[in-house]
């Protein structure tokens, strides 16, 4: 608790003093960092890196470690930008960008299932946009991090079952929505599906919902259950609340009838 809370207020002040502060721990110890990463460091606009490790459902399971929070705890703060990496790549750019930037402290979200693709990533970060991984129409998935490849599956079901294309997106920054995107989902969906490993109550689908609120859109937020959950494998946990490869197909096959 107390080394954690030290070493977040010693990266703000190295970074406001001009230098390159990189801090990184895992997720159930920022909880106890709060206060100092949103005054010491936000507050003051500071541009150190922390680095989430573990956070989500894939991370630890005891009851006094789990770390199901996280997007709750940090997207709101303002100042910060929480970046969620979708693959190893990503992550790899996303921690150039914030070590070499002087603009906004950035905390990077390190989740446990992150996969290599292959393809380096090149893109740049200082424009805080979504990435449609497959263009659709009809329904969305909107996936956080780590589950973009079982939404990417979904959407092959989907596709072999129906020969309708959705589309997939790809966050990449859940400390706030890309509203020209959602905008332009308007005209050819109907149905935009959240998913997180994360406390759905608060959590980054919540945030879309309430972008459409005022409009046709209809929104589906898959998280987990507000609950000291413990001593549980990921799989499981996330599919006790509809988060899988079949029971997203499934949601979006009886959607599209």
Excluded at 2 to 29: C, D, K, L, Q, Y
Excluded at 127 to 145: D, H
């Amino acid at each position: 608790g107390i080394a954690e809370e030290n070493a977040v207020a010693m990266a703000g002040g190295i970074a406001r003093n001009g230098g390159t502060a990189v801090f990184g721990t895992f997720a159930p110890f920022y909880q106890r960092t709060y206060d100092q990463m949103s005054h010491d460091v936000c507050l003051n606009d500071s541009p150190a890196t922390f680095l989430i490790l573990s956070p989500g459902a894939y991370g630890m399971n005891s009851n006094t470690h789990i770390a199901l929070c996280d997007i709750q705890m940090f997207a709101h703060i303002p100042n910060l930008i929480y970046l969620a990496p979708a693959s190893n790549e990503e992550f790899v750019q996303m921690f150039r960008y914030a070590t070499t930037q002087k603009q906004h402290p950035v905390a990077i979200r390190v989740v446990d299932n992150l996969i290599s693709t292959g393809v380096a990533d090149d893109t740049d970060y200082s424009v805080l946009k979504n990435k449609i991984e497959r263009k659709g129409s009809k329904a969305a998935l909107i996936a956080v991090g780590g589950l973009v490849p079982m939404a990417l599956e979904a959407a092959d079901k989907v596709k072999e079952q129906t020969g309708t294309d959705i589309t997939v997106i790809n966050p990449r920054f859940v400390s706030g929505v890309d509203e020209e995107l959602l905008n332009t989902l308007k005209s050819d969906h109907s149905l935009v599906i959240t998913v997180e490993d994360g406390e759905v109550m608060g959590g980054y689908g919540q945030n879309i919902a309430a972008f459409y609120g005022d409009t046709d859109m209809r929104v589906h937020c898959h998280g987990i259950s507000k609950a000291f959950h413990t001593e549980f494998k990921a799989e499981e946990l996330l599919d006790a609340h509809g988060i899988s490869a079949e029971k997203l197909t499934a949601e979006i096959i009886g959607a599209l009838k």
